[in-house]
DNA sequence: GTGAAAGCGCTAACAG
DNA sequence: CTGTTAGCGCTTTCAC
C-alpha cells in the first residue's frame, strides 16, 4: 500500500473517465453507475463501482453542481458563531438540512451590513441552492435584495426586513418583552431598565427606529408596558449601545447615579451576565437590592444563586423551522412567503422580588 | 428597475460570454478583467466591468475551481458546533481564514466517525483547498488516511491521531491535568472523581487505550498524580462514559454512596455544571462539603456561587493557529508536521477549599 | 493587448 | 441498457 503523504501537492483526481477506462465501459455508463441514476445493469454497476473503489475515486461535486444547476448546499449567514443564539440556531438548521441530505456552509457577518454583503457573495459565488439569513440590517434591503435577485430562495430567521416579503422565523419578542416587563410591574417595580447592545446613533426616543427588528420588538413591548402602567416617560429607561458603552459601565451607572432603577432586563444572557457581576461587586443583592431577567434560557442562569429568571426562546427550533421553509422553497414552492412566529416562555427562577423601597 | 422575484426559480446566470458580448470583447478578454489576472487595458477593462455591472454579473466561484483546481475554500470539521469549545476554535479559524481572503466550510461529526467519514467525503467533494479536524478518534486512523490519501493538506486540532504524522494544535492537556489535580491533592483531598463523557467499552483500568486523545492525556495527568502522590489505585477514581450514564446519576451516585469523593474535576466545563447542580440539590456546599475543578473558563464559572476554579485553554488561538498551519501548507510548505502545543493556565476562584474530614 | 480554441469533471440528450 | 456528443462557466495556452 503506497501513500504519497509526503507530497504535499493534490494529486491528480481520478475521474469518471478513469474509472470507466478501468471498467471497459463509456463515461457515461461509469458516471451513471457512480451517480446512481439512470439505468445500468447490475453486473455493470458493479464492476464500474469495483474499479472506483480501487481507484480510490471521489466524486467532483462541483463538477456536478456545474452541469446539474444544483449545488445540494444551503448557506446560512449569521451574526457570530460565538454568539451561543446563533450556534443554537445553526445547529437546529444544520440538522435539517443533513437529514435532507444536503450541505451547510456557514458564514459570519458581524452584525455589518458590508461584511454581511461579502458574505452573502461568497455564498452565491458557491452556489448555495438557498440561504438562510439573520439580517444585520432590518431597515436597509440592500443584501436581502440582492440574493432575490439573484434569484435564490432565502428565509430570515430572527429578524425581518422592512418592506421585503420573504420567508421568515421570528420570535414573539414584543408579547415576551412585555410580559416579562409585566412579572416586574406586578412586582411593585416602576424604574425598570432594558439594555440592549444594539448600535443606535442617539438615546433611544419614543417611536425612534431601531435597525434590529428583534430588538425593536423587544423595545417597544417594553416601553408599552411601562406606559400602560402609567410610568412616565417609558422611553428613557431604554439604554442601546451597550457594546459600545459596556454593559458593565453602564449598569454601574444605572445602578449609582441615584436613578433608582431597582430592575433590570438584559436583552440578551450575555448582557444579563455582566449586569449579575456588576450588582454582586456593588454588593447589591439579587433580587432582593436589583432584580433581574435576561432573555434565553443560557446554561449559567441555573446555576447562579439566585438562578435567573429568562425569557426562553425555541432557538433550535427557529432554525430547524427556518431550515424547513428554505427546502420548500428549494424544491420550488411558491406560495407567497410566510413569517412563522414562535412563542417565548417565561421561566421563572429566583432573580425577581418586590423592591425594597 | 425591474425584479422577477416573484419567480421562485433559478434565473439564468450572467455568465462571462454575456458581459463579452455587452461590451464587444471577446470572452477570454472580459474574464480577464472580470477575474482580476493577465493583462487588460485600462480602457477595456472600464468598459468590461461597466458591463458586468448593469448586467449584474455574478462570478461562479465553482466553475473557477473547475479551471484552477483551487477552491480558496478551508473545511472543518467539529465535533459539535453547539459545543462551545467548537464554537470558539471555529471562530478563531474563521477569523484567519478570512483574513487571507478564503472561504469557511463547515461541517459537524457528532464525534462520530461514521458520520465524520461522511463530512469529511462532502468537503473532499466540494474541493477543499485544506482540512481543519477534530478527528472523532485518536486510535482509528482511517478518516485522516482518508483525506491524505486524497492529497489534501490537513491540521488536527484538540486531538492527535495516533500513528500518523500530521501538523496539530492541541492544548497541554496533561500538565493541565495535574496541576489540577496537585492543587486539590495540595489542599488535602484524597478522593478525587474525574468525570467525562468519553465513551469507553468498560471501566477505566490503568493504561486503558483512550479513544480521544485530549481526554486519554487528562486522565493520564489526573492518575499520574494520584499515583505520585501514593493514593491507591487511582484508575478507580476515573468516571467515562458520562453521556450515556448521565453526568447527574454519575455525580449523585459519587457523592451520595460513601464513598468518600470530596472533590470532582469535570472534564470539561458542561460537565462541572451538572456537577454544580447535583451539589446543590444534595444540599452540599461548594468548597465546603465538594472542591470542584473544571476544564474551560466558560461563562458562567464566574457568576456562580462560589466561582468555579478553571483550567483554561487558548481556546479561540487553537482554532486560529491551526488554520494558520493549514494555510502554510495550502500554500505549499513542505516541512515536516508540527504539533503546536498550547499551554494551559489555571484560574483560581473560590471552589475548591480543603476536605471537611 | 486581444482573440480563438481547448479543457476542467460531470450530466443530459439522443441514438442505437 | 449502453455509447456518443454536447455543453455547464471559467481559465489557460497559444497565436496574432
Redesign the interface.
Known amino acids: 500500500m503506497s501513500?504519497?503523504?509526503d507530497?504535499?501537492?493534490?494529486?491528480r483526481e481520478v475521474t469518471v473517465a478513469d474509472v470507466a477506462g478501468a471498467a471497459g465501459v463509456a463515461k457515461a455508463t461509469a458516471a451513471r453507475a457512480l451517480g446512481d441514476y439512470g439505468a445500468v445493469s447490475d453486473s455493470v454497476r458493479d464492476r464500474v463501482l469495483a474499479a472506483a473503489d480501487r481507484l480510490?475515486y471521489?466524486?467532483?461535486?462541483?463538477?456536478r453542481?456545474?452541469s446539474t444547476?444544483r449545488?445540494n448546499?444551503l448557506g446560512i449567514v449569521v451574526g457570530?458563531?460565538?454568539n451561543?443564539f446563533f450556534?443554537?440556531a445553526?445547529?437546529g438548521a444544520?440538522d435539517v438540512a443533513?437529514a435532507a441530505g444536503l450541505?451547510?456552509?456557514?458564514?459570519?457577518s458581524d452584525e455589518d451590513p458590508v461584511v454581511e454583503a461579502q458574505a452573502i457573495?461568497?455564498q452565491?459565488?458557491?452556489?448555495v441552492d438557498g440561504l438562510l439569513l439573520a439580517p444585520a440590517s432590518s431597515v436597509d434591503p440592500t443584501n436581502l435584495?440582492s440574493v432575490?435577485?439573484?434569484?435564490?430562495?432565502v428565509v430570515l430567521f430572527d429578524r425581518v426586513v422592512e418592506g421585503v416579503e420573504v420567508d421568515a422565523v421570528i420570535a414573539a419578542n414584543r408579547s415576551g418583552a412585555r410580559t416579562a416587563t409585566r412579572l416586574l410591574l406586578d412586582a411593585g417595580h416602576r424604574r425598570i431598565a432594558l439594555i440592549s447592545t444594539l448600535e443606535h446613533d442617539d438615546v433611544y426616543r419614543a417611536g425612534a427606529m431601531l435597525t434590529m427588528s428583534s430588538v425593536a420588538e423587544r423595545v417597544d413591548g417594553f416601553v408599552s408596558a411601562l406606559a400602560d402602567a402609567g410610568v412616565a416617560d417609558p422611553a428613557s429607561f431604554v439604554h442601546l449601545n451597550a457594546r459600545r458603552d459596556g454593559v458593565d459601565t453602564i449598569a454601574r451607572r444605572l445602578l449609582t447615579d441615584g436613578s433608582g432603577i431597582t430592575a433590570i432586563i438584559g436583552s440578551d444572557s450575555?448582557i444579563a451576565?455582566q449586569v449579575?457581576?456588576v450588582a454582586?461587586e456593588l454588593g447589591l443583592g439579587i433580587p432582593t437590592d436589583l432584580s433581574l431577567i435576561a432573555f434565553d434560557d443560557?446554561?449559567?442562569t441555573?446555576?447562579?444563586?439566585p438562578g435567573v429568571t429568562v425569557m426562553s426562546q425555541p432557538i433550535h427550533e427557529i432554525g430547524a423551522e427556518a431550515a424547513r421553509l428554505l427546502l420548500r422553497?428549494v424544491r420550488?414552492?411558491?406560495a407567497p412567503p410566510v413569517v412563522r412566529v414562535l412563542d417565548q416562555k417565561l421561566i421563572e427562577r429566583g432573580s425577581v422580588a418586590p423592591p425594597r423601597r
Do not use: Y
Open positions: 501513500h504519497d503523504s507530497t504535499g501537492a493534490i494529486r480510490g471521489r466524486p467532483n461535486a462541483l463538477a453542481t456545474m444547476g449545488s448546499t457570530d458563531i460565538e451561543p450556534a443554537q445553526t445547529r444544520s443533513s450541505d451547510f456552509i456557514l458564514s459570519n457573495a461568497v452565491l459565488a458557491k452556489r435584495r432575490i435577485d439573484a434569484g435564490r430562495p450575555l451576565l449579575f457581576r454582586r443560557a446554561d449559567w441555573w446555576v447562579s444563586t422553497r420550488g414552492d411558491v
